[in-house]
């Protein structure tokens, strides 16, 4: 992570909290929308919609924060709510397709 990134996460616990609030708003105003995460970095909008009970796809092409990201899943007991994907970009449309596919059994 950057610094300013990690200057946050290290004194508050969270990123862009004011933003944070508004999206867990948006998910209690609609209790079956689901989320696609794309550039998840390392998970926080995927890990609060899944804590909350909803279906994510989170989308990371950067191995080290889809690492990360996976051991927040599995320390959160997610990996019910959450698919993960690591794109590479010159395949960035079949997976997107394959993703979108993929939407009814999430």
Do not use: C
């Not at 009970?53 to 924060?65: N, Q």
């Not at 997610?78 to 079949?94: S, T």
């Amino acid at each position: 992570m950057d610094v300013h990134v990690s200057f946050h996460l290290r004194d508050a616990g969270i990123w862009e909290p004011h933003m944070l609030r508004h999206f867990q708003n948006v998910l209690y105003q609609d209790p079956q929308l689901g989320v696609y995460d794309i550039g998840a970095n390392i998970g926080q909008y995927s890990l609060v919609a899944a804590a909350m009970g909803r279906k994510v796809v989170a989308v990371e092409p950067h191995l080290p924060s889809l690492r990360r990201l996976h051991k927040a899943i599995k320390l959160g007991k997610l990996e019910e709510k959450v698919r993960r994907a690591n794109l590479i970009y010159r395949n960035l449309h079949a997976h997107i397709v394959q993703l979108l596919q993929f939407n009814d059994t999430v």
